[in-house]
């Protein structure tokens, strides 16, 4: 394994056991491009090559059954996995953040959205934070103006105020954690960069060390990127390192991705066969650079 590849699987070992969140990346970036249903074989063989026990996938494969992320079928002796509801429901939710965001033209305007004490207030504390809502006090949510609101939200007070003067803007900064993303981002561009050159070397890559990277560096990067609300430039710091970031995954991501799937082409399977090749959907990833 490379050597910039290896220090981030190191690192990797040194944090509290993040298999299951491996696995769910493996499906949303890997296996729902190719029809979304894998055998455990092929995802032992990978978390072997990062040297994670069978055992503990085969744990955390089951917790995530269990806790409705993943769904399990059975064809003789071999088990089969493919998203349940509540993981394809969050993957889709996430895939246009990750791959191909489009933060909102600033208009001077933005959603304010009172959520009232109810039974169903986490859930919609949950939905807005992964709309892209922010959150300057208890029950206040906002977002700039055009953002959709989540489901889970519909019956919160809804207003569109302006945020062209000091009061506004300064409900907007201090409604996320702006400062913490940004120190996220240069964290994993620190961690990413050495991968950078590697990354074009194909005569250097392996398939399983391309797929490795692929996977990690999605890990990594929609851990950060999932805590970005998208604001419009406008309202971001000159110096914002989201750019950056999301330049370089996708530099990396464009780098790795045909030896990756070269991997998944000889090792992975599904209960009828190899599994499909992947849809034009996976190619536009990054695209828009």
């Not at 769904?71 to 509801?85: C, I, M, P, Q, W």
């Not at 991705?257 to 996976?282: I, K, M, T, Y």
Request: with cysteine; glycine share 8%; charged share 25%.
């Amino acid at each position: 394994m490379p050597q910039p590849l290896a220090r981030i699987v190191e690192q990797l070992k040194r944090e509290t056991s993040r298999t299951g969140s491996i696995a769910i990346t493996v499906f949303g970036d890997a296996i729902v491009p190719r029809g979304g249903s894998v055998w455990l074989g092929t995802l032992l063989e990978f978390f072997a090559a990062i040297d994670i026990d069978s055992g503990v996938v085969r744990t955390a494969m089951s917790r995530l059954a269990a806790d409705g992320w993943l769904e399990r079928d059975k064809v003789g002796r071999n088990s089969f996995y493919r998203l349940a509801g509540k993981g394809r429901q969050t993957f889709d939710a996430a895939t246009r953040h990750i791959y191909d965001p489009q933060a909102p033209e600033w208009t001077g305007r933005f959603e304010l959205l009172l959520i009232a004490n109810s039974g169903d207030r986490d859930a919609a504390r949950e939905a807005l934070k992964n709309a892209g809502f922010g959150s300057p006090l208890p029950g206040v949510w906002v977002a700039p103006s055009g953002v959709p609101i989540p489901r889970e939200a519909a019956s919160a007070i809804r207003l569109e105020v302006s945020a062209e003067d000091d009061s506004g803007r300064r409900l907007l900064s201090e409604s996320w954690p702006l400062d913490r993303t940004a120190d996220a981002y240069l964290k994993f561009m620190k961690t990413f960069e050495p991968l950078r050159g590697w990354a074009g070397r194909r005569e250097r890559m392996s398939d399983i060390d391309a797929f490795t990277a692929r996977i990690l560096l999605i890990h990594h990067y929609r851990r950060v990127v999932l805590r970005d609300p998208l604001l419009p430039t406008d309202l971001l710091p000159a110096d914002w390192p989201g750019r950056a970031a999301r330049q370089l995954c996708g530099e990396i991501y464009r780098g790795v991705l045909p030896a990756s799937e070269q991997w998944l082409d000889r090792h992975g399977s599904n209960p009828s066969g190899p599994l499909p090749a992947a849809g034009a959907e996976l190619a536009r990833r990054f695209a828009a650079m």
